[in-house]
């Protein structure tokens, strides 16, 4: 059985990018298409794998301007020839799903978010384009959203990254999804004793990650926060950063390990899809504060594990961080921990390998039933 897998553009690793590498540890002989690549920046493992992309690679400038190409995007992806493949799996945020397929072969769409950029955040996306992007977006997002309707017909099975996400598919395409939760590399984190005095915010400095609530109500409070990532709103958190909240900018993975392991608590005042970093925060046995919304009522599941608090506001927060801290004695790392495990990676392709086994026998393709169970862990 010949596979492919097909995402939207492979520029960096990140949660998407490490979607692709578990599905290429589920399928090792998979072929992958995307629109861009930038071989240099993946990891060895899709380094090593056979890509192909569209014709948008061969314009100038594709790999740094990628989203004004927009508009071309559903050209280039019916433009990639899938017909010798008998099964696809598509890893969607972007417009992956819209390839054209043979008619015997199984679609499988694993589905990070409809693209958000012409849905539910379109108008965020367009107030922070200049003129000229606002107007393009005005034109172009009419039609890219019939196509995208209408592209949710070629797949014969959603798998959602979560149950915010599979209700998002449902409104915008009207169709049920499967829940699989994307993989977290558990494995990297571990647990410590040793304690340090402050909480930790993390991930792109971009607005609607919310770090600048974090940085507002830990000026208010007094207390120590450490701010680490980069993006836009880094100038604007500086100014807004009393004199116990410390902005270390980008930091490598060793450091931000480091701090999730030794912080009293994460903040995650962010909306996510499903949002990985508060998992990361768990499998280094330490307890989430996170805005309740999105991904987070899935994964800081319990008070077992966090908090969550109802609004974004200072207020909302300073009140969790309270709660938390009257309570703070009470969580158990080991206990935070196995919680973490529940998101790992090989969950992930075992239930994966469920959903695409059950689909293909009901197709009747009996090929992948034959195969070795993936390895959990």
Partial sequence: MKV??????????????????ELCKLFPEADIFTLVCDRERLS?????????TSFLQRLPGA???????????????????????????????????????RPDAVHVCYCHSPMRYIWDHYHVYRRDLGRLGRAMMTFAAPPLRVWDVSTAARVDAFVANSEHVARRIRRFYKVDADVVHPPVAVDQFETTAERGDFYLCAGQLVPYKRADLAV???????????VIGEGAQASVLRKAAGPTVELLGYQPFDVLRDHLARCRALIFPGEEDFGILPVEAMASG???????????????????????????TEE????????????EASFDPAAI????????????????????????IERGNQELSQAPQPVIG
């Fill in 4 to 21: 492919a897998i097909v995402h939207y553009w492979l520029l960096t690793m990140r949660g998407g990018e490490k979607v692709v590498e």
């Fill in 44 to 52: 060895p493992l899709l380094q090593s794998k056979r890509i192909h």
């Fill in 63 to 101: 790999r740094r301007h990628h989203t004004k190409l927009l508009p071309l995007m559903p050209f280039a992806l019916e433009n990639l020839d899938l017909q010798p493949y008998d099964l696809v799996i598509s890893s969607e945020s972007g417009p992956a799903k819209g390839v054209i397929t």
């Fill in 216 to 226: 507002r109500a830990f000026t208010r409070m007094g207390k120590r926060l450490v």
């Fill in 286 to 312: 330490r307890p989430v504060i996170a805005f309740d919304a999105g991904g987070a009522r899935e994964t800081v599941s319990s008070e077992t594990v966090g908090l969550r608090f109802p609004e974004q």
């Fill in 316 to 327: 909302s927060l300073i009140e969790a961080v309270a709660r938390f801290e009257a309570m």
């Fill in 337 to 360: 921990r196995r919680h973490a495990e529940t998101f790992s990676a090989g969950i992930f392709r075992q239930r994966m390998h469920q959903l695409i086994n059950s689909l293909l």
